[in-house]
């Protein structure tokens, strides 16, 4: 069975023996459910590759608020801007569930940057990637209403966590109407109200910590 650690921009460049070796230098760390890996603000050395589980990234505004970034799972890399800019964290990385990450530090990673070029190549794709995706989120709050946010958010999520089970796609977030709320930028009421209708719609039932969607091609339509 294929290993998500496998796809993750680290190791996807790399043969069989050098992911091995790779690996191998890197320290495995095993979280419970709401620990914090860093806090927003602190300085960083260090990027994670998630082995199992699922990690939030978030941001707090001066006025208290709460805003979720993304939600990642297996395969997945966070704390990557550290290596290469070493300023402080752009944002809090916590356990939404029991995870366990594969953490590898700047002096580690540096004989790889160097003598690897395609592994530097795979990282600068990925904060590409993640810039594109930081970008399109910055567009959706302008142009998009709470309803079109919300069904592409449980779209990105049924891409990353979904599994089809009699001819439906469960997808299990882990997260509470709050966070979700906090993922698409919306009050939980509004949230709330946007699940109901797709509800209403038939095109999902929402369960606790998930959903499932009986109607894809609706809920892309609705996305756009």
């Known amino acids: ?69 993304a939600v990642l799972g297996p395969g997945e890399m966070f704390g990557e801007l550290s290596l290469f800019d070493p300023g402080r964290r752009t944002a809090t990385a916590t356990a939404l569930t029991d ?10 990673l540096r004989p790889w940057l160097t003598g690897r070029p395609e592994v530097a190549e795979k990282l600068l794709q990925a904060l590409a990637q993640r810039l594109r995706r930081t970008e399109d989120a910055m567009a959706d709050l302008v142009f998009s209403d709470v309803p079109g946010r919300v069904a592409k958010a449980l779209l990105e999520l049924s891409d990353k966590f979904g599994v089809f089970r009699d001819g439906e796609l469960f997808v299990e977030h882990d997260m509470t109407q ?38 894809v091609e609706r809920l892309q339509r609705r996305a756009k």
Do not use: C
Not at 1 to 23: K, T
Not at 182 to 187: E, P, T
Not at 197 to 213: D, G, H, K, M, P
């Open 178 to 215: 709050e966070e979700l709320a906090q993922l698409v930028g919306a009050s939980r009421e509004t949230v709330n109200k946007a699940l109901a209708e797709f509800v209403n719609r038939a095109w999902l039932r929402v369960e606790q910590r998930s959903v499932t969607i009986l109607d």
């Open 1 to 69: 069975m294929d290993n998500p650690i496998n796809r993750a921009p680290l190791f996807a460049a790399l043969d069989a023996e050098a992911a091995v070796a790779l690996r191998a230098s890197m320290s495995e760390v095993r979280a419970r459910k709401g620990q914090v890996f860093f806090v927003e603000g602190e300085p960083g050395d260090r990027l994670y590759v998630i082995a199992e589980g699922k990690v939030t990234l978030g941001h707090s505004a001066s006025d208290g608020r709460e805003t979720l970034l």
């Open 99 to 108: 995870a366990v990450v594969l953490g590898l530090g700047r002096d580690s």
